[in-house]
């Protein structure tokens, strides 16, 4: 069975402007989130969608946005980009069943913003 | 604020020793718990999983949890150079499959 796969793999962005990442789960996974990793925060929970539905949100600001669509696979938009949002993206699917939260991990995007 | 907090390390170990990482957890109704292994440049990789008090073993790997501590630890049997990296511990805290992750400790095992 494939993995999560992501796309791009690499983005360098300037201030100001606006980036959209894709990702496609696990055959079979409903259940997509989004995290950023950076060195100082380590991991952080973005958003989870369920069903193209959000079901859950983290503690970052409304430039970052994100969507499912009816096959499961997702985009994550960040606008406005700013210096500090230069991080690893990282898209992790689940089957999203109530006990099921084993969540895999895709490569990842690496966006920079200058 | 929930939190996970882990002992950043570094740990180091020498091959064939048991490593021995710990990760405790800020919220008494977390349910679901994970072991998570990072090398450097690459992706989270899941390796353990845990739902229930006590020990689950999967080949070297052996993850314990007491919820009644809010403890979830992870013992690595016969440690290879290849098991170097950071290694992350994660909770589920809520409704859906979001996970609070804990910084990681990053394991170094010398041959």
């Known amino acids: 069975k494939a993995g999560v796969t992501q796309t791009p793999r690499y983005l360098i962005k300037t201030r100001g402007q606006q980036v959209t990442l894709s990702c496609s789960p696990i055959?079979?996974?409903?259940?997509v989130s989004w995290y950023q990793q950076t060195p100082g925060q380590g991991l952080q929970f973005l958003f989870e969608?369920?069903?193209?539905?959000?079901?859950n949100k983290g503690n970052f600001p409304g430039r970052f946005s994100g969507r499912q669509f009816s096959n499961s696979r997702s985009e994550m938009n960040v606008s406005t980009l700013e210096l500090g949002d230069s991080a690893l993206y990282l898209c992790?699917?689940?089957?999203?069943?109530?006990?099921?939260?084993?969540?895999?991990f895709g490569p990842g995007t690496r966006l920079t913003v200058t | 604020q929930k939190e996970v907090e882990q002992n950043s390390g570094p740990l180091s170990v020498p091959e064939g020793a048991i490593a021995s990482l710990n990760c405790t957890y800020s919220?008494?109704?977390?349910?679901?718990f994970f072991w998570y292994r990072q090398y450097s440049g690459k992706s989270p990789e899941l390796i353990m999983s845990i739902y229930s008090n006590g020990d689950k073993e999967d080949g070297r790997f052996t993850a314990q949890l007491n919820k009644a501590s809010q403890y979830v630890s992870l013992l690595i049997r016969d440690s290879q150079p290849s098991d170097s990296a950071t290694y992350l511990c994660a909770v589920n805290m809520g409704a859906g499959t979001a996970l609070i992750f804990g910084k990681g400790t990053t394991l170094s095992v010398s041959s």
């Open positions: 919220d008494r109704g977390s349910q679901s």
């Open positions: 055959s079979g996974h409903r259940s």
């Open positions: 969608y369920f069903s193209e539905t959000q079901r």
């Open positions: 992790a699917s689940s089957a999203g069943g109530a006990s099921l939260h084993e969540q895999y």
